[in-house]
């Protein structure tokens, strides 16, 4: 199946439904599907045969920062390999296999999967028809985590088809082509994408121009996350329906202050103080809190195991906690883990990663 795009790198011609997000039927699965991009002047040619690369997870929110926050963490993501494909018709790009947690529920129409939404939206960018490109995505976030997994397969996506042709495009516009696909499968927010391709604190000051602010993190300071993701589902979608329409002037200064303090404790690596406001979210964690099992509690157990402090990661269902330290960490982790058995009644599963201060890129290359 092979589907023509726009000319414009911004607005394709096919629209997608957000419903149809990265899951499919059966009957998508049976072959791989092509998507045929746009012309455009000056086509690089492809500088590798193929290329490797990894995104990071992310923390979305980052408790007060609703849908203008967010930060990469290290060692747990998503890789994409792409290669020049001569069974590819020049033009198309393929998603030629997708492996890792229920590979089914991910669709290999690049319409429909956020890795070939991407993909196609560097493509377009380019302006690539002389040759055509076979994907492989390689998942390792499980989907409907609150780490930013689609994100991270955008990312990956969007850095390896840059890479391919000579890295060509800035971080901005990579982000754009990642916003293009999280629009798509799970809304208009780049607190996810923006880090998991930039990596570190980013803030997006404004979407209409898009405006990224990288909030610098001391070097000196170590941060580590306590990522506990318990064996429960919840939807963004269902997650944002739960969001009030209005908020109280009350909420409304409250929150402000807490985000412009976390700002002000990234910048200064006040992990204290990061913690405090990470923690003190009265808009959108008081709404999503009460859908996942055992949430309330499992802060306060991390809070008393000595987290600075815990909020939910992304729209859930993942918790996160920040302290200084790996072995701090696993402590807390531990006791998280007891208090989504105890009161939640999900088993959950602990991970402590530092933050990830280098986003997506490449991991290997085989040249032409």
Known sequence: MATTCCHSPFKPTTSIPRSASSSSSPKLLRRPFLVKCSVKPSEPDPVFA????FAPATVANLGPGFDFLGCAVDGIGDHVTVRVDPQVHPGEISIADITGPNP??????????????AAIEVMK???????????????????????????????????AI?????GRLTEEELVLA??????????YHADNVAPAIMGGFILIRS???????????????????VLVSPEFEAPTKKMREALPGEIGMPHHIWNCSQAGALVAAVLSGDLAGLGKALSSDKIVEPRRAPLIPGMEAVKRAAIEAG?????????GPTAVAVTDSESHGEAIGKRMVEAFREEGK???????RQLDRVGARLVSSIAR
């Open 50 to 53: 193929s290329v490797r690369s």
């Open 307 to 315: 987290a600075f402090g815990c909020t939910i990661s992304g729209a």
């Open 207 to 225: 979407y209409e121009p898009l405006e990224l602010l990288r909030l610098k993190f001391p070097a000196e300071t170590e941060l580590f996350f």
């Open 104 to 117: 089914t529920k991910l669709s290999r129409n690049p319409l429909w999967n956020c890795a070939g939404i």
């Open 162 to 166: 840059n890479e391919i042709f000579g």
């Open 346 to 352: 999900l088993a959950a599963s602990a991970v402590v």
């Open 125 to 159: 960018m380019l302006g690539i028809r002389k040759v055509g490109l076979s994907l492989t995505l390689e998942k390792g976030l499980p989907l409907g985590s609150g780490l930013g997994s689609s994100a991270a397969s955008a990312a990956a996506a969007a850095v």
């Open 178 to 187: 990642g916003l293009k696909s999280e629009e798509k499968v799970s809304g």
